[in-house]
């Protein structure tokens, strides 16, 4: 079986290989695709209540007058109005090729048409003269007009600057150049113009919404369609104005307008859809035949950041990035340069680690071995030794492999000796703090053997206390650093620790635990909390002593009483203002929180053992464990805050039995209602903080704790270290395996038992 394993895994590799190339061509179609794209067409029925009048040419020899417009509804004139006055533009108009001499009718939507139910105009009759003689010299016809009807943005007279920017806009002017649109009014014959309006909207090429798949800016083109009816003059026709020749009437003839518009076919969202089904079927496909890979808790932005973080520590590793050096103020040239150096050094060992673990030996192929799908594997991995090869000799070179060596040298053979100049204190502290570091450094890098109680240290002991200086008025003689040092050495320390703790602890979050173990250490609650119980404080204040001494006239503004000092007793004590039970409630409050922050860093700083403080921790907390003065509500509260806590921290570190009721509450509710009566706002913000801090450092330093797995290489036997090695290239897919193979027995036995 397992020699048919690494054939089953380079089967699945080629079925990645050609599954990538497949996608590759499918998503360059649907580029292409989008970049090609014709658009298909959507037609819409719109309900219109009202039509906008459109513009009306009427055009006949220099004579034609229009002598009355009827506005009618239902064929009852509703107004009349002699020679149109108020809808024909003064001046006669040049149609170039329909005609020379045009009135235009422009009704501004001053007007509309509407529908019948409504009761608004429906119908305009135009009375008109013309000279006939004239209009029917030359012609085998009848005396006639030509009537346009013509969408207001497209009246070359009213709109001469609209330009064609769409191809039915070009479409719709072509109409009218063709004179597709002619309409005959006939004299003494009455021409009925009925007009119905559609819409098309277009695409423009470089609309950007459209492409992406959201709602495009369409470019509106209106159109007219025409159905006409004649009917012969009445011979004594009444009601109409002396002199007309003829008649003709324009009306909506349907309120329902037709809109087309234009969709693309091809656009990105689609094709991150499309994509998306493709690697649906791509993924059920791998998992079907192959089964199925672990999710990786990071996606991409925090792999992005990681990767900015990591680029960056990478250019402070190569030879570009400039040598480090400090401008200390006091501390002179000798110690300076020394504590350049250690610190060099220092970074220096730990960058020959990461350079040696990332390059290992490569191993070396000899043997052809037979068969056809062996003999791809062997070149493939020919290739991939060949590339190895020439990435190891480039990141030798761009990590300057050879002054690292040279560092790494003197890291071993000298230590950090500062002169007399510093004062002893000082000294000490600046080389405990460095031995502590050059322990991890040798345990984890270079194999040494491991002093619990240092490693310990270095973790929970991160704070560099220096001399004070403010009190020594000549600095110079004895020889104590100053802040701007004392700054500079802390960063420097903080940015190795940094470093030794992600690459050789495999822990890069000491730093942000060592801030939550400072924030949480202290909870001197006597000095913070106040107004715990009903009109009292948790103030340590003995107000015995005090009220004596206090002038006449004066308040005792804390405790908000209303009468001031010279309306009480000589000796009387406020009788609201039981301390006693308050230590009680403040000293309760400080022990619960020191425990429940002793038990977390202890775990995860390696803090030495306090025997009382955990078998306190143990203890249930209790409603009766506060003081009888304060609310009940609150009392429960706390109490369930404190054991849902130390119940998700013993199930992390105790292999408590898990209780998901709880578990779920911990999850949950995470906002505290205290009592509003009895605890003022200053004191549920503290409690409120010391909880959410004790929450945050559970939820990501407890619960998602990550596993180290190290081995020393460097120390290793040689003879050990070559097969390891060579064992690790040929079989590192059947290590892989393993992994996941055990990593889903835990999973699934983990989910058995909760």
Not at 352 to 361: E, F, G
């Amino acid at each position: 079986m397992k020699d048919k394993l690494p054939r089953i895994h380079f089967c699945r590799y080629i079925l990645y290989f050609l599954i990538i190339i497949a996608n590759i061509l499918y998503l360059s179609y649907l580029i292409i695709g989008i970049i090609n794209d014709k658009p298909n067409l959507k037609v819409d029925q719109i309900f219109l209540d009202d039509i906008d009048i459109p513009d009306i040419a009427i055009c006949g020899t220099p004579e034609l007058r229009i002598l009355r417009c009827d506005l009618k509804t239902h064929n009852t004139v509703r107004e009349r109005i002699d020679g149109c006055n108020n809808y024909i533009l003064p001046n006669a108009a040049d149609y170039g090729v329909f005609k020379d001499y045009c009135l235009t009718f422009k009704a501004n939507e001053a007007i509309k048409f509407t529908k019948p139910e409504i009761g608004g105009y429906d119908e305009i009759g135009f009375s008109f003269y013309d000279n006939t003689t004239a209009s029917e010299a030359g012609t085998i016809g009848i005396a006639s007009l030509t009537i346009l009807i013509i969408p207001s943005d497209f009246n070359p007279v009213t709109n001469p600057n609209k330009k064609a920017i769409s191809q039915m806009d070009e479409a719709t002017l072509s109409e009218f150049r063709l004179q597709l649109n002619f309409i005959a009014g006939m004299a003494r014959y009455v021409a009925v113009v009925k007009f119905k309006t559609s819409t098309y909207r277009s695409i423009l090429p470089k609309d950007a919404r459209a492409i992406f798949g959201l709602e495009p800016n369409y470019h509106v083109t209106p159109k007219t369609e025409n159905f006409i009816n004649y009917f012969p003059f009445n011979s004594n026709p009444s009601d109409i104005p002396v002199g007309t020749t003829g008649y003709f009437s324009v009306s909506a003839g349907s309120f329902i307008q037709e809109q087309t518009s234009e969709e693309r076919s091809n656009t990105v969202l689609g094709a991150i859809a499309a994509a998306g089904g493709a690697f649906g079927v791509t993924a059920g496909g791998i998992v079907f035949f192959f089964c199925g890979f672990r999710l990786s808790p990071r996606g991409f932005v925090h792999k992005s950041v990681n990767f900015l973080q990591d680029s960056k520590e990478l250019f402070e590793r190569s030879r570009f990035h400039p040598k480090l050096d400090f401008k200390f103020s006091s501390i002179n040239d000798k110690d300076k340069d020394m504590l350049v150096d250690e610190f060099r050094n220092i970074r220096y060992a730990v960058y020959y680690h990461l350079l040696y673990q990332s390059n290992n030996i490569v191993n070396k192929m000899n043997k052809v071995p037979k068969g056809f799908i062996n003999k791809i594997e062997y070149v493939i991995i020919k290739i991939n030794i060949f590339f190895s090869g020439i990435k190891t000799g480039f990141y030798y070179w761009l990590f300057n492999a050879k002054y690292i060596k040279e560092c790494l040298d003197k890291y071993k053979k000298e230590k950090l000796e500062l002169s007399s100049n510093i004062n002893e204190e000082d000294k000490k502290l600046l080389n405990d703090e460095i031995d502590k570091i050059r322990h991890v450094i040798d345990v984890y890098s270079l194999g040494k053997s491991e002093e619990k109680e240092k490693v310990a240290k270095y973790k929970y002991e991160r704070e560099l206390k220096f001399s004070d200086d403010t009190k020594n008025e000549d600095k110079e003689e004895l020889h104590i650093i100053s802040e701007e040092d004392q700054k500079l050495l802390n960063d420097e320390f903080r940015k190795i620790r940094k470093l030794i703790d992600k690459h050789l602890l495999d822990k890069p979050d000491i730093e942000e635990i060592f801030d939550a173990y400072n924030f949480l250490k202290n909870n001197n609650f006597s000095k913070d909390i106040k107004g715990m119980g009903e009109g009292d404080t948790l103030q340590n204040n003995d107000f015995s002593k005090d009220i004596k001494d206090m002038d006449e006239g004066d308040t005792l503004q804390i405790d908000d009483f209303s009468k001031d000092i010279k309306d009480m007793d000589e000796g009387v004590i406020p009788q609201n203002n039981d301390f006693s039970k308050d230590k009680k409630d403040k000293k309760l409050l400080d022990d619960l929180f020191q425990q429940i922050s002793y038990v977390i860093f202890n775990y995860l700083l390696d803090i030495p053992k306090d025997e009382e403080k955990f078998n306190k921790y143990k203890e249930t907390v209790q409603k009766s464990n506060f003081s009888t003065e304060m609310n009940d509500k609150d009392k429960e509260l706390l109490a369930n805050e404190f054991n849902n806590i130390k119940h998700v921290i013993n199930c992390h570190l105790f292999n408590e039995r898990k209780n998901l009721k709880i578990f779920d509450k911990y999850i949950k509710e995470r906002k505290l209602e205290f009592s509003s009566e009895n605890m003022s706002e200053k004191d549920k913000k503290l409690l409120t903080g010391k909880f959410s801090k004790i929450r945050e450092v559970i939820d990501n330093f407890l619960l998602n704790e990550p596993t180290r797995l190290y081995l020393d290489l460097e120390n290793m036997n040689e003879k050990d270290r070559e097969p390891l090695l060579s064992y690790i290239n040929n079989h590192i897919i059947d290590i892989n395996n393993e992994i996941h193979m055990i990593k889903r027995d835990i999973d699934k036995y983990i989910l058995d038992k909760v």
